[in-house]
């Protein structure tokens, strides 16, 4: 997906194996060729390559600027549809939510439901995307608000949560593709064919990021066109009454919020990978205004034309039930072409998240989150460490059910979200003049308001979830608190490279922001 920095990182070791803080001189490892030594002046100074890439608007909130890169950006459309598959990759898993609460509520949960939650979610991050264009994203907003410790928890929550999202794809795959191949519906071919989907997309993420963009514009458009043709074919059997079924007695709330939540979110993930994108003052904000058009749209209209041209059957929408209602509405070859669609899909969500969580992994790296190694790239500019990484995760996580990975990965989701509006309502209090190329036309008080809707929904979600799953993701965030300080101990004891990246802004701000100025 993207490029190396043409100035790779100086070893930043100090007399204790901590990192030096911006304004010493790094010491260059003497078995590091690649290296160079800077000073604390030219670490803060802004070079003429990196204004041409970044533009002269970011300044960080120290003024560094950031490398450039020498591999190919991620232009817009690509990104688009990266966005696209980080948050939906079409209308597939969205039959659970006339499941759980029949017609009416599933198609006014995705009408409304993104004003209350993916809008905002969106707006705060290319907010906060245009101020830290930068690889670790959230974990930098969060760092900067809140402490590299609390940055330390974002940034092992959304990964967690990114992994558990990841295992769920290859079996998906399988799921639709189990009608034409019995042999998949389990055993060991099934565990096999896992295995072997997971190293050839996990290839493909090695490859390049702007690979992987390309690929995601040809899946999106070839998953969206079957809905499409779809829902022009569904039109002769409309019948407006079927949408206005409902059963408030008889609804799966905790199902239902899940459903709605799961194919929702994930619109800040994009923001690990800014460091990799073409021009991101403008190209973030753009992507991911077009992105919520385009999913909404995708989840919407499909599922209005599904229920509004077949006889409703509650039991029967689950995952996969919309290539049968294809089937219905124009014929078994549309039944086919959607299922096929929604295999490759699953392709596109994988290589997509898994760009991401890596590229974050990288991210923290360069901050000295995490030892030296996962900030080392590829010949193609890759993450391999971060890749092989979260590729383990994936094959260790690939048991659990469809319905536990949507609620595990929701449960951490939500903690880690919280942090992030947090981070953002504190960065627009603590430091209301610093330079925000995309901001929302909101004050400070607009800011807190923005915020109130997404973050009651993060509690009732975290309300409904099981014990058993609750437990779990207890369990994981407990691991997260108790990780950090183990990293910290093992870097004082120098048993594992730690470094910052010099190149990159130094996140103590020396601003003349008031914190006063509460309101802009």
């Not at 109130?452 to 099981?466: H, N, R, T």
């Not at 609750?470 to 730690?498: H, N, T």
Request: aromatic share 12%; net charge negative; charged share 15%.
């Amino acid at each position: 997906m993207r490029e190396e920095r043409n100035s790779s990182e100086a070893s930043e070791g100090g007399g204790d194996g901590a990192p030096v803080s911006r304004g010493s001189t790094p010491r260059p490892e003497s078995n590091d060729s690649d290296q160079v030594e800077k000073t604390g002046d030219t670490m803060n100074e802004p070079s003429s390559s990196s204004v041409a890439e970044y533009g002269p608007d970011y300044e960080g909130l120290e003024g560094g600027q950031p490398t450039v890169d020498s591999f190919r950006k991620v232009s817009l459309i690509p990104l688009v549809f990266l966005i696209f598959y980080e948050v939906s990759g079409g209308p597939f898993g969205i039959e659970d939510s006339v499941n759980a609460a029949g017609p009416l509520l599933a198609l006014f949960g995705f009408l409304v439901f993104p004003f209350i939650w993916s809008i905002p979610e969106a707006l705060v991050t290319a907010e906060m995307s245009t101020m830290f264009p930068e690889n670790g994203g959230y974990v930098v907003w969060v760092s900067t608000a809140l402490g590299p410790y609390w940055g330390f928890q974002q940034g092992w929550m959304k990964w967690l949560s990114g992994v558990i999202d990841n295992a769920l794809y290859p079996v998906l795959f399988l799921d639709y593709i189990k009608s034409a191949i019995p042999a998949l519906e389990g055993g060991y071919p099934r565990t096999l064919a896992v295995l072997v989907l997971t190293v050839l997309l996990t290839y493909m993420n090695y490859r390049g990021l702007t690979i992987v963009g390309w690929v995601a514009v040809f899946l999106g458009v070839f998953s969206l066109l079957p809905f499409a043709v779809m829902s022009f074919a569904a039109i002769p059997k409309l019948k407006p009454a079927r949408w206005l079924v409902v059963d408030l007695h008889n609804v799966n709330w905790s199902l239902y919020l899940n459903t709605l939540f799961w194919n929702l979110n994930y619109w800040d993930s994009i923001s690990t990978l800014a460091g990799e994108v073409k021009d991101p003052m403008k190209t973030l904000p753009k992507s991911l205004f077009y992105a919520v058009i385009v999913v909404i749209f995708g989840y919407f209209i499909p599922l209005l034309a599904g229920t509004g041209a077949t006889k409703l059957d509650r039991e029967r929408w689950t995952d996969g039930y919309l290539a049968d209602v294809a089937k219905i509405i124009a014929g078994v070859w549309l039944r086919w072409w959607i299922q096929g669609a929604a295999a490759l899909s699953n392709m596109g969500m994988f290589v997509a998240e898994m760009s991401s969580d890596s590229f974050q992994l990288l991210g923290m790296a360069e901050r000295g989150m995490l030892p030296e190694c996962f900030g080392r790239r590829s010949k193609y500019g890759t993450p391999l460490v971060g890749i092989l990484f979260s590729a383990s995760g994936v094959v260790l996580l690939s048991w659990l059910s469809f319905q536990e990975i949507i609620a595990a990965e929701n449960f951490l989701y939500c903690f880690g979200m919280l942090l992030e509006l947090v981070s953002f309502i504190r960065l627009r209090i603590k430091y209301p003049t610093a330079r925000r190329p995309y901001k929302i036309p909101v004050g400070t008080i607009g800011a807190v308001l923005l915020c109130v809707p997404p973050a009651i929904l993060i509690f009732v979600v975290l309300a409904l979830s099981s014990l058993k799953v609750a437990l779990i993701s207890l369990g994981a965030v407990i691991i997260g608190l108790v990780l950090q300080p183990g990293l910290k101990y093992i870097e004082r004891k120098r048993w594992v490279k730690f470094s910052v990246n010099s190149n990159l802004p130094d996140l103590q701000p020396a601003t003349n922001d008031s914190t006063e100025a509460l309101v802009d």
